[in-house]
């Protein structure tokens, strides 16, 4: 809902006559290959995402994380293929620009590639998605490659793998040592060979995260990897200061919403309880009929 007092500040309006050239998945390619460095934030609803999108976020990553940040789980475990369809409609209806990428949740490509063609086909067809995200290397690589040779483009993840957290004992930083940073580069290769347009590398150390973007054509998108991947990409949430739980050391705040929306909501309750709310609606025009 607006308020009244306030209409929306140039800087968060699109101007009428701007041209909108979306982002597709070859252009981070070549974003790479020029040098750009590519910005990913998630969004989970058309609001959050408008504005995002008209910020000159690259990408949108609809990620499982909305368990976490939005629906109160513990972690993304839980998180539905319904739900993810859902949220990814509403972000694709908020977004002009961006490359829309939604998450494929646990157990939803692991059981068989079959399963993983028509869930990744769902989040396409009726979430409005233009690609996919998976977490893993060779462990879902005919997976992956399927995907791609029927034309649906997948988005690698590799490092902390958050829909594994019970098996790594944890959201605990990957490749730490020697053995584990050279599986993950085979697992980044080989991510590469079966046909990924990125890659996410979360929570290694960064000069894991530095070999692997130079080893590559294809690009890196870090979370708590160091500076020298291809692009960052952040919860939201966290980055507004908007997530009431635990935010990882790496994530820097750009605001306090959650303090902000406390004081909102103060005001607000003094307002209630002192009557001097509500104000009438100036005229019927005040609410948008379509
Ligand atoms: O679900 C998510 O938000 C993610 C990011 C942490 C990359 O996968």
Redesign the pocket.
């Known amino acids: 809902m607006a308020h009244e007092d306030a209409g929306p500040s140039a800087a968060v309006v699109r101007k009428e006559d701007e041209v909108v050239t979306p982002v597709r998945t070859r252009d981070l390619k070549e974003k790479k290959r020029r040098g750009e460095k590519i910005a990913m934030l ?1 969004a989970y609803d058309a609001n959050m995402a408008r504005l995002l999108d008209r910020a000159g976020v690259d990408a949108l ?1 609809v ?3 909305i368990g976490m940040v939005m629906l109160g789980y513990k972690n ?1 475990v839980p998180v539905t293929l319904e739900a993810m369809i859902h949220h990814t409609a509403a972000v694709a209806r908020g977004t002009e620009r961006a490359l829309v990428v939604a ?1 494929m949740p646990f157990l939803t490509y692991q059981v068989t590639v079959a399963d993983a063609v028509r869930n990744a086909g769902r989040l396409l067809q009726e979430g409005g998605a233009a690609a996919v ?1 998976l977490e893993g290397g060779r462990a879902v690589i005919d997976v992956v490659k399927r995907l791609v040779d029927v034309g649906v483009p997948v988005m690698g ?1 590799l490092g902390l793998l ?1 829909q594994s957290v019970h098996q790594a004992g944890g959201f605990v930083r990957q490749a730490t040592n020697p053995r584990d940073a050279d599986a993950l580069l085979v697992d980044a290769l080989a991510l590469e060979e079966a046909g990924v347009f990125s890659i ?1 590398l ?1 929570a290694i150390p960064s000069d894991v995260a530095r070999t692997v973007t130079a080893e590559l054509t294809t690009p890196t998108i870090g ?1 708590g990897a160091g500076p020298d991947c291809d692009g960052q ?1 952040l ?1 939201s949430h966290d980055m507004l200061g908007l997530f009431d739980g635990y935010v990882p050391s790496f994530v820097k705040q750009y605001a306090r919403l959650n303090e902000t929306v406390v004081a909102a909501a103060q005001a607000y309750v003094e307002d209630v309880k002192a009557g001097r709310y509500a104000r009438p609606a100036a005229t019927v025009a005040d609410v948008p009929t379509a």
Do not use: N, W, Y
């Open positions: 998630t990553l990620g499982d994380s993304t998450d995200k993840h958050p996410v979360e979370i990409v919860v």
